[in-house]
């Protein structure tokens, strides 16, 4: 219940696509869901996050959907350009969380082509 | 300056060598974080530490051994590490808030491999 599940484990995408990651979730008392960025030799860094009072929340070419009954969200990331190329991770939490206790999905290795 | 500063970035060992990872934050922050991050697998929490005290503990071997000497410095001690161990070790701070806590700031990681 604890677990957090993410697919595809990687992805290739051609430069103008769109990328779309899925994670899922068991544990109804998450309602924090950030996503993570990391490239090559550096650590996770913040993306963008959303609750649950929102079904989407849209940060420039990326945008997270949500849907609480399926207990799914998700990362789409528009126009993908090379430099997207990266792993991407989906967490989970509740959001009153002392202790930054995230739970990560496995991650997805983002490949763009030119 | 970065945020959250790990040393060394490498580091090869022997089964029956002694060393530490530093990780100093410069955030502001009262948490800090060490997750274990290995290939093909989600990040691990292995301990919290809240303004100097180790909250949590998740079942890490007692081969590793955190310090917290205050609220900018987190320590990781190693020895009789095994092979399985070989990992990127990352450290991360953040808020110890609600609504906060979940944004962590993580250092680029210190690359540990175990011969």
């Known amino acids: 219940q604890q677990q957090v599940k993410q697919s595809p484990q990687s992805l290739i995408v051609q430069k103008g696509g769109i990328s779309i990651i899925n994670c899922a979730y068991e544990n109804t008392a998450f309602d924090y869901f950030p996503w993570y960025q990391q490239f090559p030799g550096k650590g996770p860094a913040l993306l963008i996050a959303i609750r649950p009072d929102v079904s989407e929340k849209k940060e420039g070419r990326f945008t997270i959907s949500f849907n609480k009954s399926a207990k799914q969200f998700s990362l789409h990331i528009m126009d993908s350009q090379p430099g997207d190329s990266a792993t991407y991770f989906c967490a989970a939490s509740p959001f009153y969380n002392q202790g930054g206790k995230l739970i990560f999905g496995q991650g997805t290795e983002l490949s763009v082509k030119p | 300056e970065t945020g959250v500063t790990q040393t060394p970035r490498h580091l090869v060992m022997g089964m029956t060598n002694k060393k530490s990872l530093k990780c100093e934050q410069h955030l502001g922050h009262n948490a800090m974080y060490w997750y274990k991050q290995s290939a093909k697998k989600p990040l691990e929490l292995m301990f919290v530490y809240s303004l100097e005290e180790r909250v949590e503990n998740n079942s890490v071997p007692s081969r590793f051994s955190p310090a917290c000497p205050n609220s900018s410095h987190l320590f990781l001690h190693l020895h009789t590490l095994q092979p399985e161990d070989s990992a990127l070790y990352l450290c991360?701070?953040?808020?110890?808030?609600?609504?906060?806590?979940?944004?962590?700031?993580f250092g680029e990681g210190s690359r540990l491999t175990v011969l």
């Open positions: 991360a701070s953040s808020r110890w808030t609600s609504g906060r806590a979940g944004e962590l700031f």
